[in-house]
């Protein structure tokens, strides 16, 4: 504990507190990765790492035996290290329009005509909105409504811009939960 710097030996001072720094920053980045590696693993588990449901999907929490304990609020987050995050189809009705999205395209109908009759319908997207043909489109290439878990698509840090990660740098893991369609 220093408190104030040191007016007769400034310069030690700042060498001192340069190297402080340097070693708090070493000490932030190591546990980062820590925190990585233990995210890579859980989700070559199949569990979840962080995150929301996608539309038509709930989260829901295991206990430490991974049995089922409840569904998680939107927000949500588990109390206890090794209980694990993971998903299921909600069984609702956002489960079924995302089945019948699936349908239609099967049928050849273009993802405008669906989005088009999913706002007829008064069915609103996933945050509320109307549906358009770019949200159609996620849906049918979101590898969850097949089971599969899918973490690291994405790389960003504090006060930088997010990109996405090539694929062979994402973690896959097929059969992960049950699949919807």
């Known amino acids: 504990d220093r408190g104030f710097a040191d007016k007769k030996n400034k310069f030690m001072t700042n060498i001192q507190t340069a190297m402080e720094r340097e070693m708090a920053s070493e000490y932030s980045r190591k546990l980062s990765d820590e925190v990585f590696a233990g995210c890579v693993i859980i989700s ?17 929490l295991l206990n430490a035996d991974k049995k089922f304990e409840r569904v998680l ?14 998903f299921r189809p909600a069984n609702d009705k956002t489960t079924q329009v995302v089945r019948n999205i699936f349908l239609r395209f099967d049928k050849g109908i ?7 009759s999913l706002n007829d319908k008064k069915i609103p997207s ?3 909105g109307k549906w ?35 694929r062979i740098e994402w973690v896959i893991k097929k059969d992960a939960f049950p699949e919807i369609i």
């Open 73 to 86: 609020k939107k927000g949500e987050h588990k109390s206890i290290s090794n209980a694990r995050v993971t």
């Open 132 to 166: 358009n043909k770019q949200k159609i489109l996620r849906i049918l290439t979101n590898e969850t409504y097949i089971g599969t878990r899918i973490y690291n698509k994405t790389w960003g840090r504090l006060k930088q811009k997010i990109r996405s990660n090539p």
């Open 110 to 116: 273009s993802l405008d005509h669906i989005a088009e």
């Open 44 to 60: 070559k588990q199949g569990y979840s790492a962080g995150g929301i449901a996608c539309y038509g999907m709930e989260r829901i």
């Open 126 to 128: 996933a945050h509320g």
